[in-house]
């Protein structure tokens, strides 16, 4: 598997608590790329970057924010969570061939 | 429109019967195929791609997939369906939009199902 990591796996947190989804890989790509996913569901792409200082938002409009202050690292935020943040979150990087590596995902419930 | 399609949700194969997944696409240009397998509670696990060259691509795990240039296709096959080959498999294409061809456009998934 490729060296992609994303911390917390599990987290249940309370209405209007503010959380960071921690992404980071090891491959010095530029490319990256937040999606949610509910369970066997499809993708949804909500942010991505290209390069350090560079954040876009995804086709899905999404209530969270990210930041790109080094190449390796890729944190999204939600300022305040609420139940229908309720899903899971995929962090991805690109490769040289435009391959998409994955990390293990972050599974979020807000109570 | 750019798409792909994946038109079965589930398939159902019996262990040591070969198998296939169905994905259509639908870009401008040269396309970059992708398929990729979830297991349950996991990401997304990079099975094989197509960018160029011999129309039948090896991947991991004993899967491989056939690019098909008239029908606009890129089934993925495995000779024999194991029991742990089940899972969420999504099919992927490079968008070729200027501008937007760093992102890739995802199929809806088909969930495989392969029975004792």
């Known amino acids: 598997e490729a060296d992609i990591y994303q911390t917390p796996r599990y987290l249940v947190i309370g209405t209007g608590k503010k959380i960071t989804l921690e992404c980071s890989q090891t491959?010095?790509?530029?490319?990256m790329y937040w999606y949610q996913q509910d369970p066997g569901m499809e993708l949804h792409l909500i942010h991505y970057?290209?390069?350090?200082?560079?954040?876009e938002k995804g086709d899905l409009s999404s209530e969270s924010t990210v930041s790109r202050i080094r190449t390796e690292h890729f944190p999204l935020t939600l300022e305040s969570a609420r139940p229908s943040h309720t899903s899971q979150y995929l962090c991805?990087?690109?490769?040289?061939?435009?391959?998409?590596?994955f990390g293990p995902g972050t599974r979020l419930t807000v109570t | 429109a750019q798409s792909v399609a994946q038109p079965e949700d589930q398939v159902n194969v019996a262990e040591g019967n070969p198998l296939t997944v169905k994905c259509t696409y639908s870009?401008?240009?040269?396309?970059?195929l992708f398929w990729y397998v979830q297991y349950p509670n996991r990401g997304l696990q990079f099975l094989l791609k197509?960018?160029?060259?011999d129309n039948l691509v090896k991947g991991s795990y004993g899967f491989e997939a056939e690019f098909n240039k008239s029908q606009t296709s890129f089934h993925l096959k495995k000779p024999s369906a194991l029991v742990s080959d089940s899972a969420l498999y999504f099919c992927?294409?490079?968008?070729?939009?200027?501008?937007?061809?760093?992102?890739?456009?995802w199929g809806l998934g088909t969930s495989l199902a392969v029975n004792p």
């Open positions: 970057s290209y390069g350090v200082n560079s954040t």
């Open positions: 870009v401008s240009g040269n396309p970059y």
């Open positions: 197509y960018i160029t060259g």
């Open positions: 491959m010095g790509h530029d490319k």
């Open positions: 992927a294409v490079r968008d070729s939009n200027a501008g937007n061809n760093r992102k890739l456009i």
């Open positions: 991805a990087s690109m490769g040289h061939y435009y391959e998409q590596y």
